[in-house]
């Protein structure tokens, strides 16, 4: 039998390991997330190189992240790690939003299925603040733009209230799409009011005329 101090000294090792790779683990979730947060403040200000570069950070270090705690498991599946991944796949969502792109998986973003849904829910909300930037530009242009991403936003919305699993599955997802929902309809209202001022303007126009 090992003697007491052996024993202890072992897992002391182990220990100091597991906690070398959460402290860095830490860093990286709080950088992942700071990449995120610039890349859609980047797109909401037409930075599109800005936001590519930091997107890319972002994945880069959310895959060495998943590497470097392939052997701790317990610790790639804490909160803070998945909610980086989180904020990450907004962003990835985000992007493909404005710029009409193909929407990504969860395997090209590189997280889980369950940051990837919550992401796609918060990006879905997030487009919010882009309806209501264009609808100001008052163009028939951006009129349709906005249609467009409230046409994505109902889309999410209705995929995802078919994923009907507890929360302890699926992260809270249910909140978030419950969330959604009122977004969705705030910014419906929002859209709607809009084009009926511009149609009203638009028939006083010709009325005049």
Request: proline share 2%.
């Amino acid at each position: 039998m090992p003697l007491i101090d052996e024993a202890v000294n072992a897992i002391n090792k182990e220990l100091e390991v597991k906690n070398g790779a959460r402290d860095r683990a830490l860093i990286s979730s709080r950088t992942i997330t700071r990449y995120a947060a610039n890349a859609i403040r980047a797109l909401h200000r037409g930075e599109r190189d800005i936001a590519s570069e930091s997107l890319g950070a972002g994945r880069a270090m959310a895959e060495e992240t998943r590497r470097e705690l392939a052997q701790h498991p317990e610790l790639y599946w804490s909160g803070y790690v998945q909610d980086s991944q989180k904020e990450l796949a907004e962003a990835y969502f985000v992007t493909a939003f404005i710029e009409g792109e193909r929407v990504p998986s969860a395997d090209d973003i590189g997280v889980e299925n369950v940051p990837y849904l919550n992401g796609m829910a918060e990006a879905a909300s997030e487009m919010r603040r882009y309806v209501l930037d264009t609808i100001r530009r008052g163009s028939a242009d951006a009129i349709r733009d906005a249609e467009r991403i409230l046409g994505l936003m109902d889309e999410v919305y209705s995929a995802l209230i078919t994923v009907d699993f507890p929360d302890a599955l699926t992260g809270g997802l249910r909140r978030t799409t419950d969330a959604l929902r009122a977004v969705l309809e705030r910014t419906r209202g929002d859209l709607t009011l809009t084009i009926r001022q511009s149609q009203l303007e638009q028939a006083l126009r010709e009325y005049k005329v």
